[in-house]
């Protein structure tokens, strides 16, 4: 069965710094890999997706993720955070069996200091 | 501007009642999906809809109903039978057609239930 882990409940970075989020899966195939962000009491917003091809893939508000099959991890990347990017993270698995087949994990709050 | 629209953003259930959750999408979406949050859980899915008339129980469908009636409408009803259903509930679609980026989940703003 696929799985997903956010090994991080929460992480605190300095305004400026450089960002990375966790997210390890377990599946036989090929994954279809996912994430989103979340603002509190708000829907989730796809950043980024995965299908095939280059592994590093680009997304929205200059968030990037990168595919490693050896380490079965996509892990999230920003170069320099901003204040407003403080909410919530989700990783997503899924397969091309519908939808309906995309586990996600537990999440990873994001703090920003100034 | 195309989306998921939820309503209510926030309902109160007395113990005992049944309330429904209403989401349309006019996104063209041929699947629709309901979760469920909780803090700390991340996203459980209570039921999925591939096509019009036709849906399927997820991982937590005890004391949820559902119908499919229109491609665009999915709503969700919370029956007395759910035993905790205060949570943060989440309608989502998906193209739904065998191509990859037909897996793409896009979600609604939510809609948070509590019981008083």
């Known amino acids: 069965a696929q799985s997903v882990t956010q090994p991080d409940i929460h992480i605190t970075v300095s305004e400026g710094a450089s960002l990375e989020l966790r997210c390890n899966y377990s599946?036989?195939?090929?994954?279809?890999l996912f994430w989103y962000v979340q603002s509190p009491g708000q829907g989730l917003q796809l950043l980024l997706k995965?299908?095939?091809?280059?592994?590093l893939v680009q997304g929205i508000k200059g968030f990037e993720a990168e595919f490693k099959r050896s380490q079965s991890s996509f892990n999230l990347r920003k170069p320099s955070v901003h204040w407003s990017d403080a909410a919530e993270y989700f990783c997503?698995?899924?397969?091309?069996?519908?939808?309906?087949?995309?586990?996600f994990g537990a999440g990873t709050r994001l703090f920003v200091k100034a | 501007d195309g989306g998921i629209t939820q309503s209510p953003k926030y309902l109160f259930r007395k113990e005992g009642q049944n309330v429904t959750l209403s989401c349309e999408q006019n996104?063209?979406?041929?699947?629709m999906y309901w979760y469920r949050q909780d803090p700390g859980q991340g996203l459980r899915l209570i039921y999925y809809?591939?096509?019009?008339?036709?849906?399927q129980k997820g991982d937590i469908a005890e004391g949820y109903s559902v119908s499919r009636e229109k491609k665009e409408s999915f709503p969700l009803t919370v029956t007395s039978a759910q035993k905790n259903p205060t949570a943060f509930y989440l309608c989502?679609?998906?193209?739904?057609?065998?191509?990859?980026?037909?897996?793409?989940?896009?979600f609604g703003e939510g809609s948070w239930l509590t019981v008083v």
């Open positions: 809809s591939q096509i019009v008339n036709d849906f």
């Open positions: 996104l063209n979406h041929d699947a």
């Open positions: 989502a679609s998906s193209i739904g057609s065998g191509k990859p980026s037909g897996n793409t989940i896009y």
């Open positions: 997503a698995v899924g397969q091309n069996t519908g939808g309906f087949k995309t586990i």
């Open positions: 599946y036989g195939a090929t994954p279809y």
């Open positions: 995965y299908f095939s091809g280059d592994t």
